[in-house]
Nanobody
């Protein structure tokens, strides 16, 4: 199982980035995919998740209305579109798989994790 997160970088506050999570080594559309982030000195926190079909999503309150998760099962890829970025969104962003039959918000319900991609937001 491999998850490869990419698309991070430096952006000014108010700007946008799109992260990608490319998966291989498992049946991609059997799993929900979640995004988490971790800033220096802070715990990893839930950002959002998308169901295996793409028909359901769940977002943290802090990103609701600004971030959108989508998936292309034909490409084994999940996307995190981040708009109106704020300095507090700066973190390493991770994608992970979940086999549960709902969209979990806690990291312990996710089993396979990608290596993370850095997002930096300048004020």
């Amino acid at each position: 199982v491999q998850l490869q997160a990419s698309g991070g970088g430096l952006v000014q506050a108010g700007g946008s980035l799109r992260l990608s999570c490319a998966a291989s080594g498992f049946t991609f559309d059997d799993y929900h995919i979640g995004w988490f982030r971790q800033a220096p000195g802070k715990e990893r926190e839930f950002v959002g998740a998308i169901s295996w079909t793409g028909g359901g999503t769940n977002y943290a309150e802090s990103v609701k209305g600004r971030f959108t998760i989508s998936r292309d099962n034909g490409k084994n890829t999940v996307y995190l579109q981040m708009n109106s970025l704020k300095p507090e969104d700066a973190a390493v962003y991770y994608c992970a798989t979940s086999p549960w039959n709902y969209l979990p918000v806690t990291s312990r319900h996710y089993d396979y994790w990608g290596q993370g991609t850095q997002v930096t937001v300048s004020s």
